[in-house]
């Protein structure tokens, strides 16, 4: 088994490739021009102690200071890549722990969004009862005058009791904030429904059942865990 360690061409990272596989290790543009492609091979003896390769004569390759071609290394040794000496971290081979980040907590941000929603749209609805109530009692007086005009009486009592529900009804409506609400729910929901990680709103998840089929965040590839 023979691990390639050398330049990432396009992110200027550490290069790494172990098994086939080929992974990138430290920061974007971390690693200086001088270090080519395929730099050195790392091999390892058994106990603890790795052959270290030069794979190219173009390229330099210092052990504790010592340029090499090919060295008997063990992990205190201090590999060193290209003229400006860039100093080869041996936990790049350690294999990258698979990061998971739990997802429950957007649960409760659904159900949350979910049970508001509800209750406005609750509200909303009683307010519309509300503003039909009124219409039944005048209808009500209404009838009563036209049939029974000796209890014209009655008639003009429902006809206030209308009056009275409407200016209700108006009251209720004016205290009605139900569209806003309805805005700033879906505001808040907006804000809470992101990747725990990376922040990238989730609205390709339309439920928390969707969301919950998923393993990781389609943005940052960090696992779900659920
Ligand atoms: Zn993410």
Known sequence: MEIII???????????VKDGAERVYGQPNSVPTDVSRHHISLQPTGAGKW???????????FVNGIAIESKSVSESDKIEL????????WDALQE?????????PLKAVWDNYQQNEI??????KSNGL???????????????????PEIRGIALLFTGIAFVLF???????????????????????????VCPKCKHPLTC?????????SDACPFCKTKYKK
């Not at 290209?82 to 080869?88: R, T």
């Not at 209750?119 to 909303?124: A, H, K, L, T």
């Open 6 to 16: 050398g330049r990432n061409q396009q992110t200027r990272q550490l290069n790494v």
């Open 130 to 148: 509300w503003a039909s109530v009124p219409l039944g009692f005048s209808m009500l007086g209404g009838l009563i005058a036209g049939v029974a």
């Open 96 to 104: 990258p722990k698979v990061e998971t980040i739990d997802i429950r």
């Open 167 to 193: 200016l209700y009804g108006l009251y209720r409506r004016s205290q009605d904030n139900s569209t806003l609400e309805l805005k700033a729910n879906q505001e808040e929901f907006d804000m809470k429904w």
């Open 205 to 213: 998840f339309r439920s928390i059942t969707i969301l919950s089929q």
């Open 82 to 89: 290209g003229n400006s000496h860039y100093l080869f971290n």
């Open 51 to 61: 052959i270290v390769k030069n794979l190219n004569e173009l390229n330099v390759t």
């Open 119 to 124: 209750n406005i749209r609750d509200r909303q």
